[in-house]
Nanobody, 124 residues
């Protein structure tokens, strides 16, 4: 079983940057594909980014491609989301999700584990 805890959210001006972290428990973190989702007020959970368990492939939503970067440190049991050139429409609660040896999935409900989320607010 894996537990994940997100951190690093906050308030930032448009054009700024934030780095989100997702700390995972368990000795088998390196076997889990990881993803980030976000939920804006009144909307569904949207896929943001995905990284394979080995870290050799990454996938991004079109809305964040070129601005966000997902990465992982298996030695630290942590996955990151570096967010640059932030826009007000990036405002949302961001969730980290984990799936054992998973191929890419675009729905949060398809992941076995996810955290409580961290709030990101981008002011104009």
């Amino acid at each position: 079983q894996v537990q994940v805890v997100e951190s690093g959210g906050g308030l930032v001006q448009a054009g700024g940057s934030l780095r989100l972290s997702c700390a995972a428990s368990g000795r088998t973190f390196s076997r889990y594909a990881m993803a980030w989702f976000r939920q804006a007020p009144g909307k569904e959970h949207d896929f943001v980014a995905f990284i394979t368990w080995s870290g050799d492939s990454e996938y991004y939503a079109d809305s964040v491609k070129g601005r966000f970067t997902i990465s992982r440190d298996n030695a630290e049991n942590t996955v990151y989301l570096q967010m640059n050139s932030l826009k007000p429409e990036d405002t949302a609660v961001y969730y980290c999700a984990a799936q054992a040896y998973g191929s890419i999935r675009y729905r949060l409900s398809d992941y076995a584990y996810w955290g409580q989320g961290t709030q990101v607010t981008v002011s104009s």
